[in-house]
């Protein structure tokens, strides 16, 4: 199937306008990247908020490089089979960029690596255990993969010192099939959130949905009560930005009104922290400043 140009039709509103990245900052982190061969979520899905997340000193980190044995349909990153392989001098690399960028809270992402026997887990937790042990003060959020809904995975990755165990429902329900690979599902996202905090209680977990898909304002509110009945803690609301034209193409621009009223409804069912706007990303640096603070304030109230 051919996919359709970008119409004229899908011209941003206002209230979308996106800087594009420059200064200082951004340049050293670019050039650290490139220098130690780590992958950034930030570039390879094209993520709208690269110019304010790396001139603020902060950007998300993509384990297991750079190509996802995956294929959705809103999803810019290279997809592909690594055949098993993947950089085992990463989790130093990380922790030298991190320590050099003199992080504080730090958001870790994956591709999808259905090649790998154990999904990436153990890679990843070596990453984050690196992370740990050089950096003891640093928080971590790790935004995961499904593994498959594998519970011996999704324990790796709680108990591997990540202070945030998060997974992305992406989307409602009746759109999950359409806009995610086959081997996503809807309910499987919920399971793998709902085992990770049953697995390990004091994780705080998180995940996020994406609007302007064709979705109605019922079904995004299905979807966070759904969230919350897994016992997912925080969740992030943002506008669907098509990164290319053989992406699904955008239905509509939700309105700022609009995401006001979701982040009231996320409010209303109990999450700690809802982040909820057109520019919203699941590594959305307000959703950073909050859960860094809750953690030390929960830290420091259990010492």
């Known amino acids: 199937m051919r996919s359709a140009p970008i119409s004229r039709f899908e011209r941003k509103p206002a209230w979308l306008k996106i800087r594009p990245p420059s200064g200082e900052k951004y340049a050293h982190i670019r050039g650290l990247r490139e220098g130690l061969k780590l992958a ?62 003199a992080l504080t809270y730090v958001v870790l992402t994956m591709v999808d690596r259905d090649d790998l026997a154990d999904g990436g887990a153990g890679h990843v937790a070596n990453c984050i255990g690196t992370l740990n042990e050089r950096l003891p003060h640093l928080k971590v959020e790790m935004l995961a993969g499904d593994f498959h809904d594998d519970q ?33 599902s809807y309910k499987q996202s919920l399971s793998v959130l709902a085992h990770g905090k049953s697995l390990n209680p004091k994780i705080v977990t998180k995940s996020s949905i994406m609007v302007g898909l064709g979705e109605t304002k019922a079904e995004v509110t299905a979807c966070l009560e759904d969230l919350r009945s897994a016992q997912v803690d925080i969740v992030t609301i943002g506008q669907y930005l098509r990164p290319a034209p053989k992406f699904l193409p955008v239905v509509e621009y939700v309105t700022p009104e609009q995401f006001i009223r979701y982040k009231g409804i996320a409010e209303d069912l109990g999450f700690l922290f809802c982040a909820s706007g057109p520019l919203v990303r699941s590594s959305y640096r307000a959703g950073e ?9 929960e830290g420091a109230h259990q010492t």
């Not at 993520?47 to 902060?58: I, K, L, V, Y």
């Not at 044995?69 to 098993?84: A, E, I, L, M, S």
């Not at 790796?156 to 806009?179: C, M, Q, W």
Request: some cysteine; overall charge negative; aromatic content about 8%.
């Open 40 to 101: 950034t979520v930030c570039e390879e899905a094209r993520c709208p908020n690269t110019a304010e997340c790396w001139s603020g000193g902060t950007a998300t980190f993509m384990l297991l490089g750079d190509t996802c044995t995956r294929f959705c349909k809103f999803c810019n990153v290279k997809t592909g089979n690594p055949q098993g392989k993947f950089d085992a001098d990463e989790p130093k690399n990380l922790a030298d960029a991190v320590e050099q960028m």
């Open 152 to 184: 011996d995975a999704i324990k790796t990755i709680v108990f591997s010192g990540a202070d945030v165990f998060a997974h992305n429902i992406e989307v409602v329900e009746r759109l999950s099939p359409t806009v995610r690979d086959k081997k996503c």
């Open 289 to 297: 400043l909050f859960l860094e603070n809750y953690l030390r304030t």
